[in-house]
T-cell receptor, first 113, second 115 residues
Framework: AQSVTQPDIHITVSEGASLELRCNYS??????LFWYVQSPGQGLQLLLK??????LVQGIKGFEAEFKRSQSSFNLRKPSVHWSDAAEYFC???????????FGRGTSLIVHP | DAGVIQSPRHEVTEMGQEVTLRCKPI?????LFWYRQTMMRGLELLIY????????DSGMPEDRFSAKMPNASFSTLKIQPSEPRDSAVYFC?????????????FGPGTRLTVL
């Protein structure tokens, strides 16, 4: 079975600073990987996903993530954070042929002005 | 498409009462998921359906919880009787088979408070 670890419960950054949120997964084959964002009072929204091909994936809102097989990681990055990026971010991993992703515990992003 | 629709958005009830949460998935989606989110346990998958059939309900915490999907456009999650520890945000999500894709589309959630 697959699993996901998001080692950071909270991350605080200043507006305009760069951001990297960590995600490590456990799965025996090439996984499907996702990052979702949850704004306060809202449901989860897909930011980006990796299925195959280029290991650097571009998503919405200026986010990108890089799949590193050797490190079993799929870290989310943004070069310059905006105050509106303050939210909860979830990494998820899915197995090929399965429609049931496993979600991490989430990382809460706090943005200081 | 309006996305996944959930009702009510907020529910406050007293311990022992029956609670029914509702979900309308995105048209054409053949998977439907019910999740519960709490600070302590994070996001938990309760049950999911494929083509209106319950496939895995191993995440349903107790017999007090039940879920149905009478047709492709409607599902309910019922708690009877409710308890204070059921207080949480309940999300419905849907997805569809697109090759091996399993991107999920989430509703806005129902915040349940049991007093």
């Amino acid at each position: 079975a697959q699993s996901v670890t998001q080692p950071d419960i909270h991350i605080t950054v200043s507006e305009g600073a760069s951001l990297e949120l960590r995600c490590n997964y456990s799965y025996g084959a090439t996984p499907y990987l996702f990052w979702y964002v949850q704004s306060p009072g809202q449901g989860l929204q897909l930011l980006l996903k990796y299925f195959s091909g280029d290991t650097l994936v571009q998503g919405i809102k200026g986010f990108e993530a890089e799949f590193k097989r050797s490190q079993s990681s799929f870290n989310l990055r943004k070069p310059s954070v905006h105050w509106s990026d303050a939210a909860e971010y979830f990494c998820a991993v899915g197995a090929i042929g399965s429609y049931i992703p496993t979600f991490g515990r989430g990382t809460s992003l706090i943005v200081h002005p | 498409d309006a996305g996944v629709i959930q009702s009510p958005r907020h529910e406050v009830t007293e311990m022992g009462q029956e609670v029914t949460l509702r979900c309308k998935p995105i048209s054409g989606h053949d998977y439907l998921f019910w999740y519960r989110q709490t600070m302590m346990r994070g996001l938990e998958l309760l049950i999911y359906f494929n083509n209106n059939v319950p496939i895995d309900d191993s995440g349903m915490p107790e017999d007090r919880f039940s879920a149905k999907m009478p047709n492709a456009s409607f599902s309910t999650l019922k708690i009877q009787p409710s308890e204070p520890r059921d207080s949480a945000v309940y999300f419905c999500a849907s997805s569809f088979e697109q090759g091996d894709s399993n991107e999920q589309f989430f509703g806005p959630g129902t915040r349940l408070t049991v007093l």
